[in-house]
């Protein structure tokens, strides 16, 4: 099956800067997206990107379908952002296709 | 887009009891719905594929006869956790997903078995 690689598996920051995540993906996907794991477990969509570039306040994110890669930009973090960021990939068209989640980033924000 | 709602958000059991956890489409009919686990400082790994009107399919290692799931309808689908073991307390959630769209995922149970 499809493998999903997020880089770095944690990562802290200072208020104020900014951060890139990763996500690697084994195979092409018709599905991608990028969640925020609230502290009570819910997974909150940032963006559906299976492909091009996205922007939303402070946050941006690019898909390179062809290279099999994803990026999360935050921009003048603040110390909600701190949280667990999750990658999540479905290689399929069909509503039957799995979505497999990558392993996270554990983003802390130190004010 | 789709969205699910899933409840209990949270349950406490005895060891050797049976929880049902519920998941609805609420605007969606879905055929096919996912089952996932989520164990303290880990990412979600998927359980099942509930599929509506016939048999889950399980992923490698999860056993059927301990996780049962039942999609009996295109808008409900229940994972039950039978004869629960303090090893079972996790956080369960379900997803559904539209042709080509995004997944949606409802607002997980917290299980604890004591």
């Known amino acids: 099956g499809i493998q999903v690689e997020q880089s770095p598996p944690d990562l802290i920051l200072q208020e104020g800067a900014n951060s890139t995540l990763r996500c690697n993906f084994s195979d092409s996907v018709n599905n991608l997206q990028w969640f925020h794991q609230n502290p009570w477990g819910q997974l909150i969509n940032l963006f559906y990107?299976?492909?091009g570039t996205k922007q939303n306040g402070r946050l941006s994110a690019t898909t390179v379908a062809t290279e099999r890669y994803s990026l999360l930009y935050i921009s003048s973090s603040q110390t909600t952002d701190s949280g667990v960021y999750f990658c999540?990939?479905?290689?399929?068209?069909?509503?039957?296709?799995?979505?497999?989640f990558g392993s996270g980033t554990r983003l802390s924000i130190r004010p | 887009g789709a969205v699910v709602s899933q409840h209990p958000s949270w349950v406490i059991c005895k060891s050797g009891t049976s929880v049902k956890i519920e998941c609805r489409s609420l605007?969606?009919?879905?055929?096919?719905m996912f089952w996932y686990r989520q164990f303290p400082k880990q990412s979600l790994m998927l359980m099942a594929t509930s599929n509506e009107g016939s048999k889950a399919t399980y992923e490698q290692g999860v056993e059927k006869d301990k996780f049962l799931i039942n999609h009996a309808s295109l808008t409900l689908s229940t994972l039950t956790v039978t004869s629960a073991h303090p090893e079972d307390s996790s956080f369960y959630i379900c997803s559904e997903r539209s042709a080509g769209g995004a997944g949606a995922f409802g607002s997980g149970t917290r299980l604890t078995v004591v």
């Open positions: 605007d969606f009919q879905a055929t096919t």
């Open positions: 990107i299976p492909s």
């Open positions: 999540a990939v479905a290689p399929g068209y069909s509503s039957a296709s799995k979505i497999i």
